[in-house]
T-cell receptor
């Protein structure tokens, strides 16, 4: 079945540590996105990529980094510069990254700080 | 600037009741797209419907119906004869022409009690 796979489901970060969240899709979609979800808030865009080897900052990119070396993969690194990383992280994709396209989501990663 | 407001944080109903989830949006564009997504406890957002700004025709899909009114900038979602499986967080979202991102409302958590 085609879809988006995020791993791990739960992740714990120590002070000063960088952690990487994995996102893989087999939908052959060009565009991929990372969203952050905090309780009682909507999804906020961290980074997005419309093509391999290219990505753009979203609304809350500070303290995060991404790469897009392969079409199917879009990992997110939460760096030590992100002072409040505890949140639910959702990866998404769409066929071409156009405004009329629906988004397909993974099942998310819950990141907590130890 | 674009904005999506879901004023209802939580709604609790008894099974078989009808329930309406409100969504009000702001945009300066004349061409835009509105979406509803469902987030069950598993965490993965699931697409429900997309509507473009030129199509004000209401839509019905089984127990779900959507009322789009440009005059009041609203795109409300009604579940008829609610069921326990409808319990989830529902997000309304907006995407503008030429935009690379979808803006989400804060979500409405729906509890359906048996």
């Amino acid at each position: 079945d085609g879809g988006i796979t995020q791993s791990p489901k739960y992740l714990f970060r120590k002070e000063g540590q960088n952690v990487t969240l994995s996102c893989e899709q087999n939908l052959n979609h060009d565009a991929m996105y990372w969203y952050r979800q905090d309780p009682g808030q909507g999804l906020r865009l961290i980074y997005y990529s419309q093509i391999v080897n290219d990505f753009q900052k979203g609304d809350i990119a500070e303290g995060y980094s991404v790469s897009r070396e392969k079409k199917e993969s879009f990992p997110l690194t939460v760096t030590s510069a992100q002072k409040n990383p505890t949140a639910f992280y959702l990866c998404a994709s769409s066929r071409y990254g156009q405004e009329n396209e629906k988004l397909f989501f993974g099942s998310g990663t819950q990141l907590s700080v130890l | 600037a674009q904005k999506v407001t879901q004023a209802q944080t939580e709604i609790s109903v008894v099974e078989k009741e009808d329930v309406t989830l409100d969504c009000v949006y702001e945009t300066r564009d004349t061409t835009y797209y509105l979406f509803w997504y469902k987030q069950p406890p598993s965490g993965e957002l699931v697409f429900l419907i997309r509507r473009n700004s030129f199509d004000e025709q209401n839509e019905i899909s089984g127990r779900y119906s959507w009322n789009f009114q440009k005059s009041t900038s609203s795109f409300n979602f009604t579940i008829t004869a609610s069921q326990v499986v409808d319990s989830a967080v529902y997000f309304c979202a907006l995407s503008e022409t030429g935009g690379f991102k979808t803006i989400f409302g804060a979500g409405t958590r729906l509890f359906v009690k048996a």
